[in-house]
């Protein structure tokens, strides 16, 4: 069974204090459904469009884990403290099998 992932690439951070409320509200929801973070921060060399900022990837053991993870009840509450904390692109992708 392929895993997921989720990506992250943060384009702006304004609120710092949001990110480390958010931080804390999402490492649980995230664990309670296996996600681990397998990139965090680091260095960067983007190409073409792409962005050299904080880039986050988070693994799961499974596609449906990583979305189950982002509906949960748990995450959506991390979001409510990020709010409009910063600009990001954030997608969950399939890994090959």
Do not use: C
Not at 29 to 55: L, S
Not at 62 to 74: K, L, N, P, W
């Amino acid at each position: 069974m392929p895993k997921g992932y989720w990506v992250s690439v943060y384009r702006t951070i304004s609120d710092p204090d949001k990110l480390a409320a958010y931080n804390e509200l999402a490492r649980p929801a995230v664990q309670a459904f296996g996600g681990r973070t397998i990139v965090r921060g680091g260095r960067v060399v983007a190409h073409d469009a792409g962005i050299a900022e904080r880039t986050i990837v988070v693994e799961f053991d499974s596609f449906d884990q990583a979305v189950a993870a982002r509906e949960s009840a748990a995450y959506h509450e991390a979001l409510v403290a990020l709010s409009d904390g910063v600009e990001r692109d954030f997608r969950i992708v399939e890994g090959i099998d």
